[in-house]
């Protein structure tokens, strides 16, 4: 839908012509597609009039036709057919596509595009394949067990929707060769070991030699390893179990 895409300006990683993220670099041009996380189009039933591929997301797009005849992208759940109804509303039906509060969702069930904040849009569980499962409800919370293996609280207003996040295969994918990569806008990593002690804190030594430090550092000198989250994050407190450790960390 024209009215719903723009192009997506390049900027490779800057920001004021100072690199801010690394590793990009040229890419094929884009199309954004304008997605509602909000699902904020309440009562008003739609039909799946399509579904589409997004080059901005990993997951695929479902267009919506709705009853009043505009038109919206949401994310495309796993299992959703042309030509099925879906609706957003405190009393929608437990079905997948439809998004509803978690108040309203029981224990078990699986939800995806989760609100942090009640009308802000879903902020979590948005990638491809990603699913949460709604664990409990106490105290005027509920318990969400998210993809990280993180317990986590919400409010009961906050909105989800049912279901996985689709294009479940694109975790296993191969993308076949470097050039693709490329395509997609991501440059070669090199590694800091490789580079040289003023490029790169690990760099540096005769042949190959060890990181040399008492814990591995980004290229600007920051811990790389063990806990980096901030101390007074403003959702410390809605966190029950924290995710779970990599393999790096001891």
């Known amino acids: 839908m024209k009215n ?11 920001s004021l012509g100072k690199i801010t993220v690394r590793h990009q670099g040229g890419r094929r041009k884009r199309k954004l597609r304008e997605i509602d996380f909000k699902r904020d189009k309440r009562n008003i039933g739609g039909m799946v009039e399509r579904i589409e591929y997004s080059p901005n997301t990993n997951a695929d797009l479902a267009l919506i036709l709705y ?24 009393k929608a039906p437990l079905e997948v596509g439809n998004a509803l509060p978690l108040a309203k969702i029981p224990v078990g069930k699986t939800v995806h595009n989760i609100e942090i904040k009640p009308g802000k849009g879903g902020q979590m569980v948005k990638s491809a394949g990603a699913a949460a499962l709604v664990k409990g409800k106490e105290d005027g919370w509920v318990t969400v067990s998210l993809p990280s293996g993180e317990l986590r609280r919400f409010k009961p207003e906050c909105f989800a929707t049912i279901g996985q996040v689709g294009r479940v295969e694109m975790k296993t994918q191969n993308l076949g060769k470097a050039g693709r990569k490329r395509r997609m806008g991501i440059r070669p ?21 060890r990181v040399g430090l ?25 966190i029950i179990e924290p995710r779970k450790k990599g393999p790096h960390v001891g």
């Open 214 to 238: 008492k814990y591995p550092k980004t290229v600007y000198g920051k811990p790389a390893v063990g806990k980096t989250r901030k101390k007074n994050k403003y959702s410390n407190k809605l």
């Open 4 to 14: 719903l895409m723009s192009i997506l300006p390049k900027k490779s990683g800057r």
């Open 189 to 209: 990593t090199v590694r800091g070991v490789a580079q040289s002690p003023r490029a790169h804190p690990h760099g540096g030594g005769e042949g190959r030699s």
């Open 67 to 90: 009853e009043d005849g505009e038109r919206r992208y949401i994310l495309a759940p796993d299992g959703i057919e042309v030509g099925q109804k879906i609706i957003a509303s405190e």
